[in-house]
């Protein structure tokens, strides 16, 4: 009964195009009329998976909807997040997207058939996960000053483990290798378990490792943390230093997770997933929640999300040209 | 040391046994048996699809739930494999090729207790090992590096050769032509991609579930179809059905295969990386070897399920031992438990055994429990699964068919996955009217891709350097095990058995 009026305000709304705000709020109030589809383009069980099924059960309790995340894995996240780009923009399909989703992909992929920038409407960030330089145990370097001037003294004689060509973790290492200027060869694994096995067993020496998959063997002492990839040091690690204050100024690699939506999704409904997002990803529980998973709660605006984006998509895309990654 | 073992024994079963794990315990199996028994939803899809049930269960119950959802889809997957022809996942490929035999000769009572039975043994024995030995085996997984890996599926490879009971030449064709199916993907050194032809949808390659559904499933059906004898054949098949349970001779006959096969899955489990799936071939292949009439494997012998089933077993349990006590997953479905800890906030590695011993050792309380629950489950389930066989054919393949199509559908929610399942299956047609068997390319696909990337690993660490393969003593040991089993399989006297053999199959 009471949609009725809304409905008629809505028809008013699209016949009359002076009267704009009247439609906005009929349907920021409206929204969401069913089920929201969260894609997330990754399989489940990993850590955006992990962080998006808590993020989304906490979106449904807040919108009176239910938020089903929908897997869809492969293909280095391309997969999924071209379903999201080509998705009907009406608020009820959402994306986790990351920085690998949303710039990795696009800078090391010859081809990818979306647009991180153009084909989506971004809401927010919700957290942050660190990355941490380890070394195995019997490499003889304490720091990174050390470890640099140990791999210079070998150049091409020592091995890092990444969790595939085009990760991160290998992104990360490049850059710090183009950045200290050392050759330290890349040996690329089938993920972060299979590249975090290698290095516990000193098959390589050193992994530029996601914080969730190294910290357990680092408190462990059975991989060396040296330092860590983001500005500021890591809570669970006080004592390890990061990149930039160990000599390389500026250095800065994480991979953050936010919410997108697909291009032309209405302005009111983005305006309300920012404000529920927030909320959620500000929730001290939820903050307690992400730092479990070795991730931290972060927030930002649209604008800062797209400033991001492109600011890291130039980053990347010169290591991903240094390092002569093209995936095809 | 001992004393330890002991009490933290008792600590787990103090935990598992709480009516409310028991409940969870018991709750998972059941659950897991029924999603196993659908064709094509194998144990990876289940947990996945299952996994969002226990967010709100503490980590114990969640964990406790997770796995038993594990065994019980694993065992429904043997179920499948044995009563229609369709392996729910890569190791039970060869339980399909004398369980399904079994069943054809109204063996399926006798197929599906030794498995069960089986199972249950090489679970037993595997979680005492886990007790017992869990932390320095995962110290011996982890001298496994690349060149290891390469030697071990270099000799499983070589072994597959004596699965076959048809020609040499086609065996060595279809494993070839295993190794090119495996390469479809994006290489994992380069990041090229190759044979995807553009569809993104083969940029991680084929998936398991998609070929062996194909090859096995969807290729038994036509054979099937296209068979005017089918009526006639069925209504022996039903009459013929005799015992559900398997005789003395039949224990007497699987005891040794069941042991063995537990000795191989537990060895082989430990390493991340194609365990049960190495195990259970190389299970098959020793009972083959060892059999006074290898001509039997392949029509309907019960080492020849009892083995793969004790191997594939023991491996599963074995596999917690690198995911609990360093957090490395072996393969999907361990990756979604370490992913359901996560979510419980407890981060996966050495530490979770001194950090939450109820945890650890709870598990490893209820991995027998839940072994235990399976067979007092699934035993009086057989009749009700032999009872399945009566269904009609013109209901059970469009029934099996639709199964099929949402199992392989549910693994990457990709609808590409079904027409390269169609696809497959016409060419499993065309094997089976060639008379070339399926289980050696199975195999082949499925260690090619793992063969070729630690090959390629090995050279990239060792700078190109081929020696490293001998220098290393664990690499070295399979290559000489490799040498061995070729050369037994050159000398004159195997080839006259072989010739046998090829003899008595072509009379068939």
Redesign the interface.
């Given at each position: 009964m009471q949609t009725k009026p809304k409905m008629k305000a809505l028809f008013a709304g699209v016949i009359t195009s002076a009267v704009l705000a009247l439609p906005m709020t009929t349907v920021a109030q409206t929204y969401p009329t069913k089920p929201i589809r969260l894609i997330v383009a990754f399989p489940a069980g990993g850590s955006t998976d992990i962080i998006a099924r808590l993020v989304g059960q906490r979106l449904g309790e807040k919108l009176g909807q239910q938020v089903i995340v929908d897997n869809r894995g492969g293909a280095g996240g391309t997969i999924g997040t071209e379903i999201a780009a080509k998705a009907t923009p009406d608020g009820h399909t959402l994306t986790m997207g990351t920085t690998s989703t949303h710039v990795i992909a696009p800078a090391a992929y010859a081809k990818v058939n979306y647009d991180p920038v153009k084909d989506f409407e971004p809401i927010t960030l919700v957290a942050s996960t660190p990355y941490l330089l380890v070394l195995h145990p019997g490499v003889k370097a304490n720091n990174l000053k050390e470890f640099v001037a140990l791999a210079k003294s070998q150049p091409g004689k020592m091995n890092y483990a990444s969790a595939g060509t085009g990760s991160t973790t290998q992104l990360a290492m490049e850059m710090l290798k183009g950045a200290a200027g050392v050759d330290i060869v890349h040996v690329p694994y089938n993920g972060n378990g299979p590249a975090g096995a290698a290095t516990l067993g000193g098959q390589v020496q050193a992994l530029f490792g996601s914080m969730p998959a190294v910290l357990p063997h680092a408190q462990a002492g059975r991989l060396r943390p040296i330092a860590v990839g983001t500005s500021r040091r890591s809570p669970a690690l006080p004592n390890v230093p990061t990149v930039a204050e160990s000599g390389y100024p500026g250095f800065e690699v994480s991979l953050w997770l936010g919410f997108f939506a697909p291009k032309g999704t209405p302005k009111p409904i983005l305006t309300r997933l920012q404000k529920e997002l927030t909320d959620i990803a500000n929730n001290a529980e939820m903050k307690a929640q992400f730092e479990k998973n070795g991730a931290s709660g972060v927030t930002n605006t649209p604008a800062e999300m797209n400033t991001l984006m492109k600011t890291e998509l130039e980053k990347y895309g010169k290591v991903v040209k240094a390092a002569g990654i093209s995936l095809k | 040391m001992e004393a330890d073992i002991i009490s933290n024994l008792a600590l787990g079963f103090s935990t598992a046994v709480s009516p409310v794990n028991l409940f969870y315990c018991f709750i998972g199996v059941l659950v897991g048996t029924l999603i196993g028994v659908l064709p094509g939803i194998g144990p990876v899809a289940a947990v996945?699809m299952l996994?969002?049930l226990t967010?709100n269960l503490d980590a114990v119950g969640a964990i406790i739930m997770l796995s038993g959802i594990y065994y019980g889809t694993q065992y429904g997957g043997s179920t499948t494999a044995i009563l229609v022809n369709l392996p729910g996942e890569s190791a039970s490929v060869v339980t399909c090729m004398d369980g399904y035999a079994m069943a054809r000769q109204g063996r399926a009572g006798p197929a599906l207790a030794i498995a069960a039975i089986g199972s249950f043994f090489a679970g037993t024995v595997g979680t005492i090992l886990v007790a017992l030995l869990g932390p320095p085996l995962a110290e011996i997984?982890?001298?496994?590096?690349?060149p290891e890996y390469f030697s071990l599926m270099v000799m499983a490879l070589i072994a597959a050769a004596v699965l076959a009971h048809g020609s040499m030449l086609k065996t060595i064709c279809m494993i070839v032509l295993g190794l090119l199916v495996g390469i479809v993907g994006?290489d994992?050194?380069?990041?090229?991609?190759r044979f995807t032809f553009g569809a993104?949808?083969l940029?991680?390659g084929l998936s398991f579930v998609v070929v062996a559904m194909g090859l096995f499933g969807f290729a038994e059906i036509l054979s099937n179809l296209q068979d005017k004898a089918d009526t006639a054949s069925r209504d022996i098949l039903n009459q013929k059905i005799t015992g559900l349970m398997p005789t003395v001779t039949d224990m007497k006959a699987a005891f040794g295969a069941i042991v063995r096969g537990t000795a191989i899955g537990a060895f082989f489990g430990t390493l991340?990386?194609g365990g049960p799936t190495i195990s259970a071939f190389s299970a098959y292949a020793v009972e083959k070897k060892l059999a006074k009439d290898p001509s039997r494997f392949g029509k309907g012998a019960i080492e020849g399920v009892a083995a793969p089933e004790s191997a594939n077993n023991a491996a599963v349990q074995c596999a917690f031992i690198?995911t609990l006590t360093?957090?490395?997953?072996h393969g999907?479905t361990m990756?979604?438990?370490?992913?359901?800890l996560?979510?419980q906030?407890?981060?996966?590695?050495?530490?979770v055994m001194t950090q939450r011993p109820d945890l650890f050792w709870g598990l490893i309380a209820s991995m027998w429990i839940g072994n235990a629950m399976l067979v007092i489950l699934n035993l009086p389930l057989v009749g009700l699964w032999i009872k399945l066989l009566k269904v009609p054919y013109r209901f059970l393949f469009p029934a099996i068919m639709v199964f099929m199509a949402i199992g392989v559908y549910s693994v990457?929610?990709?609808d590409l996955d079904i027409y390269m399942t169609i696809l497959f299956g016409i060419l499993g047609y065309i094997f089976l009217k060639l008379k070339c068997e399926p289980a050696p390319l199975i195999l082949a696909f499925v260690l090619g891709p793992l063969m070729e990337?630690n090959l390629r690993?090995a050279l990239?660490?060792s700078r190109g350097d081929p020696t490293v393969f001998i220098t290393r003593p664990i690499s070295a040991a399979f290559l000489v095990a490799t040498a061995l089993l070729l050369t037994f399989m050159i000398i004159p006297s195997f080839r006259k058995k072989r010739e046998e053999a090829v003899a008595d199959s072509e009379a068939l």
């Open positions: - | 996945a996994l969002p967010f997984a982890l001298k496994f590096g690349a994006t994992v050194n380069s990041g090229m991609s993104s949808g940029a991680d991340p990386g690198t360093l957090g490395i997953p999907a990756a979604l438990l370490l992913g359901a996560t979510i906030g407890i981060a996966p590695g050495p530490q990457n929610n990709l990337e690993r990239l660490i």
